[in-house]
């Protein structure tokens, strides 16, 4: 098996390396006569677009998407979808100094004692620049899950420093360098990451990401559950190290009376009280909103010294050059959205091929 692949009935599979001529991406089994083009595509690339702000890496990229195939005078054909994005500002000699030898905290060691071989400019096939084929694939996933499904993301916490939950606003995600939907967290993050650069370190951050207007029954018991898919979605992404869904671990700490979200029937449909549980039960949707967070580790490439080996089994230290990010978790957040939405098409797919009458509403039937 390749693994480099995700999904059943809505299938991506991605290729390509940081430093190579291009990156691509395939995404099979969506629909039929759905509205799509590369004008569809490219505002969620320019969200997580290289050299966007001062706070990402300066790498330069347009991050222009081309549809090779898939898409017949503006509308989906129902066969693979095929797409590409040239990579135009490789410095690979910034990596020469490190051939041979293994970055702390990067998947270098790993993919050589798996590979015996691994491409050292930027990471190769580990570097996130392979991201940018996902968020491509999630507007396509977007599609799909039609306009009633709005999926979003922000930046909720960055070094420990979290966002006050009392000024969240969703339009000020749109409004500052770090998806942040709080003004005031926003304002205290740009002066601690200049702070960070200028001295070559990193910090990591959390991201939360949110669905609403989904149908109940995504998802199916034990082994096909819709949150478990999604974890492990999330978790697929570069420097992801935790991925909770609702309160996730919070939930320790809850009596059984607070955890339960308490229902009520309203105007026929079922209506929650709250949404400890993150819009899904057993595995399966509610029709609450999908509510999951996944925290990301600090940039591994700084420029402090630090004590590693290299391919010959000598004792060395490593200080990575090179255009990154002191914060990859700014970057993550039109991930994250593109990752989740890529799940939930997914599951649409199937719970509709299983079940085609099932209800659109958390409505319960009549006896």
Known sequence: MSHNSFGHLFRVTTWGESHGPAIGGVV??????????????????????PGASKFVTQRQEPDQVRILSGVFEGLTTGTPISLLIENQDQRSKDYGEIRDRFRPGH?????????????????????????AMRVAA??????????????????????????DRADWDWSAVDENAFFCPDRAAAARWEEQLLALRRSG?????????????????LGAPVYGKLDA????ALMSINAVKGVEIG??????????????DEMRMRDGRVEFQSNHAGGVLGGISTGQPVVARFAVKPTSSILTPRASVDRFGEEVEVLTKGRHDPCVGIRAVPVGE???????????????????????VARLPRN
């Not at 060691?109 to 930027?122: M, N, S, V």
């Not at 993301?153 to 966002?163: F, R, T």
């Not at 989740?340 to 797919?349: K, R």
């Open 28 to 49: 099979d089994g969506c629909p039929p006569r759905l509205p799509l083009a590369e004008a569809d595509i490219q505002p969620f690339l320019d969200r997580r677009r």
């Open 107 to 131: 998947a270098d060691l790993a993919y050589e004692l798996k590979y015996g071989i691994r491409d050292h400019r930027g990471g190769g096939r580990s570097s996130a620049r392979e991201t």
């Open 138 to 163: 999630g507007a396509v996933a977007r599609r799909v899950l039609g306009p009633g499904v709005t999926i979003r993301g922000a930046l909720v916490a960055m070094g420990g420093d979290a966002v």
């Open 201 to 217: 370190s990193s910090v990591g951050a959390v991201i939360e990401v949110v669905a609403e207007g989904l149908p109940p029954g």
């Open 229 to 232: 898919d999604i974890a492990a």
């Open 247 to 260: 309160d996730g671990f919070a939930a320790a700490a809850l009596t059984g009376e607070r955890n339960a």
């Open 338 to 360: 593109a990752m989740l939405a890529c799940v939930l098409a997914d599951h649409l797919l199937r719970h509709r091929a299983q079940n085609p009458d099932a209800p659109e």
